[in-house]
């Protein structure tokens, strides 16, 4: 008998990423509590908790300086029409 892990199931992951705005992929830019902007970047991952009654402030992880610290979802914004062309 498999033991659940809700990390790995996708209706969670597609949850998590529909409550956030955000998915996997999305270019976005980032503004500091500084109000400094910076960007682009690539939304690469979600804080995986599966107590629904306890999700912290900072949720999105982006490819920044520090992609191991993830960034509060209102201190994103999706950027429209940009595509990723890095060679």
Not at 40 to 58: A, C, M, Y
Request: net charge negative; proline share 11%.
């Amino acid at each position: 008998m498999s033991h659940y892990n809700p990390a790995d199931d996708p209706a969670v992951i597609n949850g998590i990423q529909e409550a956030y705005g955000f998915k996997i992929g999305d270019q976005v830019e980032y503004t500091n509590p500084h109000g400094l902007t910076f960007g682009p970047h690539v939304v690469v991952g979600f804080v995986q908790n599966p107590n629904p009654e306890f999700l912290p402030d900072n949720t999105v992880y982006i490819n920044s300086d520090s992609p191991w610290y993830p960034v509060k979802p209102s201190s994103l914004r999706k950027i429209k029409g940009c595509e990723a062309t890095h060679g």
